[in-house]
């Protein structure tokens, strides 16, 4: 099970970080990521990032300003957004996965989070 925290209300241009803590698995050999979905739209990558960091990928439109991390001792994974604009409200959900071939295919990953709102105001 997957536990995500961390969403909420932030003005455009604010900081949110989302936290993704594992419960009952081990994050050990697993491809951790963070999507989101906009109401009325398709869940989307937002980044990912493999066992030991070897291999980190972002959006496009996140670069620069989301980062994922992953503390493995404590078996969870973060999403650090900063400059948040309004277009990044949606859901946010992060999931794991041990045979990723492609990132950003949300099928690929075996155990999802329930989801958090991030809502950013204009």
């Known amino acids: 099970q997957l536990v995500v925290s961390g969403g909420g209300l932030v003005q455009a241009g604010g900081s949110l970080r989302l936290s993704c803590a594992a419960s009952?698995?081990?994050?050990?050999?697993?491809?951790t990521a963070w999507f989101r979905q906009a109401p009325g739209k398709e869940r989307n990558f937002v980044a990912a990032i493999t066992w030991k960091g070897g291999n980190i990928d972002y959006a496009d439109s996140v670069k620069g300003r989301f980062t994922i991390s992953r503390d493995n001792a404590k078996n969870t994974v973060y999403l650090q957004m900063n400059s948040l604009k309004p277009e990044d409200t949606a859901v946010y959900y992060c999931a794991a996965g041990r045979i990723i071939t492609t990132l950003s295919v949300p099928s690929e990953y075996d155990y999802w989070g329930q989801g958090t709102q991030v809502t950013v105001s204009s």
């Open positions: 009952g698995l081990t994050f050990a050999g697993y491809v």
